[in-house]
Structures are given as structure tokens and as C-alpha cells.
């Protein structure tokens, strides 16, 4: 099976400049950090692991080379990556600053700038020779290749991303800490492996039938109906039911467009926070860049173009708990509630417990976002900086956006929800929808899976499909690495069925 690092943290809520996929957002790219990232040290390994991914025998059996060719397909991608392969090898030089202005996007030089590039390859040099072992490139969710480097004392995964016009936007070198996959036989072991990462984890897996969510697991001791969790932009499934609804009641078009200005541009995660201040984006254009890259832009547009009261009535009819969810703020305003304002204004945010009081709180924020994306790093949610999620909610937001999917004005949701599988599909699965978040000490996945295709008949009953929602937690950053194979590990399990 082709595992690439790609997808899942294109999940993310946060600046994905750097982000780290896995066929991913990304969520899964994820938190706010500088275009370009350069981890030396692993993050400690929980002593309730199994597996240590630096084993000098584990990398010893990775070393096998590979061409990059064999997984990126895409030739600019490819043609950028061997690039920057060739800057790591042992004699290498530079880059050089005409070079480096030609190769990197202007966002990028302005968070590292040349000389910095000079020093940090230097240093990268120091651990060569490096052999390729794996590559791949993402699917749907924008132009990243990721690839695993071997290296005598430490394997790498690194991560590339271009932009529009085909210069290296991301650049992402750190530990490959994925380890080996568990042993996943029973709920309880995916629960069991959870508990590596540290933080609190909640696993929920539901049956699908009709619209409805039917809990079939949930971690002991958590009621699945009361234990809410922030997740990031796994709320971005919220927002797509509201749009859905807008759809199906002829408010709101497919085709209608919408305009980026100054005052609804986000952070990264996306690409539209950096198209030119009024151009305009269709509904089902931001709609698929909301759930496929996280674009946090795109789905300010969106929150903005349905309002808050169709988002209560999309919450209201999946079953969402309007009461904690509601307002839902904008991205731009979490990350100035999160990361820009004081701590007075979060505790009084933490404190709020209607939606009255939070809405003028949101109304009292700065206009400016007045944030530098690096700085996005300490983990805030346990202040309340988040939308809270039951692992129950979740699935059912799945389970609505299915049965929305079903009417005609609402059919681009289903292909929207699966432009990015999240991870590879396992075998045997004829779909797969994924949504993702990813902040500082938070990581949230959520899949829809059907391992029977539609028949084609209108009248027929629409297949039915299981969910898998996993939600960490921790005061301190998430090994997003290992995290990833302890999950792919339970979505091989759930294509056997919820029991």
C-alpha cells in the first residue's frame, strides 16, 4: 500500500505553510509555523511505545532506495524536489540568492531568507549521505510531494508544497517518527494505542444508515453524547451542511460567486488568503477548497455568505448541541482569539457559557489580524479557543451530509467530500470521505467509509457507510507522525465493518 505523507493534516485550521500530509491536512498540515521547518530532534518517545522510529535496525531495513519519480507524478513537483534533493547531497552548495529568488515563492523568502536557507542546508548537509526510501504526492489536496530520507543517524520525512505558479511555498524536514503500525484487533486496541501520544483520546465508530449515526464504539468511560473535544476544522463539515442547506432551499448557488477582500482574508491553511484583494471564488470552488485543503479563507467566505442563523439550523438538524457550538466564529477570529488578544479575553471567552455573551465578545476583536504565522504555537484550547465536538456530532454530520448529497441541488457534496481520502482508501473501500483538523495540541480525524457502490437506481436505499472519529488532546504538541500510523492502522480496521 502507497503511504505517503501528504493528506491528512491538509486538515488543518491553522498556517499549513509547513504542513505535514499524509495523502493529506489536514487537516493534515499543521499548526501555524514559518514556510520553512527543520526539526533536529525527535519528540520524546512516551515510555508505553513500542516501537522507537530511530532504531538503528528499522533504518536499516528502510534503506532500500527509491526514485522520486516512482511516486510524483506531477513534473514542475518533481522537477522542485529533485531540486532540493540535489542541494542536500555531500559537496553540495547554496542555494544561491538569484537561484533561490527564482525558486521559492515571494512568501516564503520573507519568513526565511536566503542567507538563513544557506545555513539551514548547510547544516541538513552535515547528516548526508541521504537515500530516498519512499515518495509520494498528494492526492487532490494541491501540488505536495512528501518523501521519507534515510540518513545515518536519523530518518527524515520531508515535505514540499509549490504554489500557483510552481515555486516551493512549504518545506518541511523532520524526524520520521511513524513507527511501525499496531496490532489493531478490537476497538480497545486502537484506544490502547491512543494512549502513546499522551493527552486524552476519544474514539467513536458509527454505523450509517439513512442519514442517521448509530454509535458503535466509543473509548470506555467517555459518554459519546457529552464528551466534547475541540477539533480544529473537522467544524468545516458544519459549515459544508449549511451550504448544503442554502443549496437545496435556492439561497445559495453553486456557481455563485463570492469576493475576497482584506476584511475576510485568514491564515494558511489554503491558497486564497493570497489571491489578489477582489478577485472572486464560486461557492462549490471555496466549498472544495474548505474541505480538501482547509482553506480557512474560503471558509470564512462561506460562513459569512450562509450566516450564523443557518449554521444553528444545519447544528439543530444533525444533532449538533447549538448552545456550546454557537456562534461559530470565523478562522480569522479564532486566531485572534487564540493567539493575537490577551489572556483576559480568552478566560472571558472560557467563561461564557451562552451564545449571547460570546457573540459580543467576538464583535469586541480588533479588525486587523495582526498575527506573524510563526507564532501560532502554544496550545490554547483548553481556554476554550476551539470548536468543541462530540465524537457523536461528528459522525453525524457525516451522516447528514450524506443524505444531503442524495437530493440534486446537493450532489457536489459528495464529490467535495472526497476529493481527499485523509489516507489511502483500504482495500475493498468504494469510498471514502474524509475531514481532518489540526492546532497546537489538538489533532482531530474523521472518515466516512462505503464498501459497496451505489447501484444507480433513484428509488433504491443508498449504501450504507461507517465512521471512524478520532480526537487527541494534549496541553503539549502531538507526535502528528505517530498519530497518523496508529490511525491508518484503525481505518484498515473499520473497512471491516463498525463491530
Request: glycine fraction near 8%.
Amino acid at each position: 500500500m502507497r503511504r505517503t505523507l501528504g493528506a491528512v493534516l491538509a486538515g488543518a485550521f491553522l498556517v499549513t505553510t509547513a504542513s505535514c500530509t499524509r495523502e493529506y491536512d489536514d487537516d493534515m498540515a499543521a499548526r501555524t509555523t514559518p514556510p520553512l521547518v527543520v526539526q533536529t530532534a525527535a519528540p520524546p518517545e512516551p515510555a508505553s511505545a513500542t516501537t522507537s522510529p530511530a532504531d538503528p535496525a528499522l533504518a536499516r531495513q528502510a534503506a532500500e532506495p527509491v526514485d522520486p519519480a516512482e511516486g510524483i507524478a506531477d513534473a514542475k513537483l518533481l522537477e522542485q524536489t529533485e531540486w532540493v534533493l540535489g542541494l542536500l547531497e555531500e559537496g553540495a552548495r547554496g542555494p544561491a540568492a538569484e537561484e533561490s529568488v527564482q525558486r521559492f515563492a515571494p512568501t516564503f523568502l520573507e519568513q526565511a531568507s536566503v542567507i538563513q536557507l544557506g545555513a539551514i542546508f548547510a547544516g541538513l548537509r552535515g547528516a548526508a549521505p541521504y537515500t530516498v526510501t519512499s515518495s509520494g504526492q498528494s492526492d487532490g489536496v494541491g501540488r505536495t510531494a512528501t518523501l521519507t530520507l534515510h540518513a545515518a543517524e536519523q530518518p527524515l520525512v520531508m515535505t514540499l508544497g509549490l504554489d500557483d505558479e510552481g515555486r516551493i511555498s512549504t518545506l518541511l524536514f523532520q524526524p520520521d517518527t511513524s513507527g511501525e503500525p499496531p496490532e489493531i484487533d478490537s476497538w480497545a486496541d486502537l484506544d490502547a494505542a491512543l494512549a502513546e501520544l499522551g493527552g486524552v483520546s476519544q474514539v467513536v465508530v458509527g454505523h450509517v444508515d439513512n442519514g442517521d449515526c448509530e454509535v458503535k464504539h466509543t473509548t470506555a468511560g467517555l459518554d459519546p453524547a457529552e464528551a466534547a473535544y475541540p477539533t480544529g476544522s473537522v467544524v468545516k463539515l458544519l459549515v459544508l451542511a449549511a451550504v448544503a442547506d442554502a443549496v437545496i432551499e435556492g439561497e445559495l448557488a453553486w456557481e455563485d460567486e463570492l469576493t475576497i477582500i482584506p476584511e475576510m482574508k485568514s491564515l494558511p491553511s489554503g491558497v486564497l488568503q493570497d489571491r489578489e484583494d477582489g478577485s472572486t471564488v464560486t461557492v462549490r470552488e471555496a466549498a472544495e477548497l474548505m474541505i480538501s485543503i482547509s482553506d480557512n479563507t474560503a471558509t470564512d467566505l462561506l460562513i459569512e455568505a450562509v450566516g450564523q442563523r443557518a449554521l444553528r439550523e444545519s447544528a439543530l438538524t444533525a444533532g449538533v448541541d447549538p448552545t456550546r457550538i454557537m456562534p461559530v466564529p470565523t478562522t480569522r477570529q479564532l486566531f485572534q482569539l487564540g493567539w493575537q488578544v490577551d489572556s483576559e479575553v480568552r478566560d472571558r471567552w472560557s467563561e461564557a457559557q451562552v451564545p449571547e455573551r460570546r457573540e459580543a465578545i467576538l464583535a469586541d476583536l480588533p479588525e486587523e489580524l495582526d498575527l506573524a504565522p510563526g507564532s501560532v504555537t502554544e496550545p490554547v484550547w483548553e481556554s476554550g479557543a476551539d470548536w468543541f465536538l462530540t465524537g457523536a456530532e461528528v459522525c453525524a454530520l457525516h451522516a447528514r451530509l450524506q443524505l444531503q448529497a442524495r437530493t440534486e441541488q446537493a450532489g457536489p457534496v459528495r464529490d467535495i467530500l472526497a476529493v481527499n481520502p485523509g489516507l489511502t482508501p483500504p482495500e475493498g473501500v468504494a469510498y471514502q470521505a474524509f475531514k481532518g483538523g489540526s492546532v497546537p495540541g489538538v489533532l482531530a480525524l474523521s472518515f466516512y467509509l462505503e464498501t459497496s457502490e451505489p447501484d444507480g437506481d433513484p428509488d433504491a436505499s443508498p449504501p450504507e457507510g461507517v465512521v471512524l472519529v478520532v480526537l487527541t488532546a494534549s496541553g503539549e504538541p502531538l507526535d502528528e507522525l505517530r498519530a497518523i500510523t496508529i490511525v491508518e492502522a484503525g481505518l484498515q480496521h473499520l473497512a471491516q465493518g463498525p463491530g
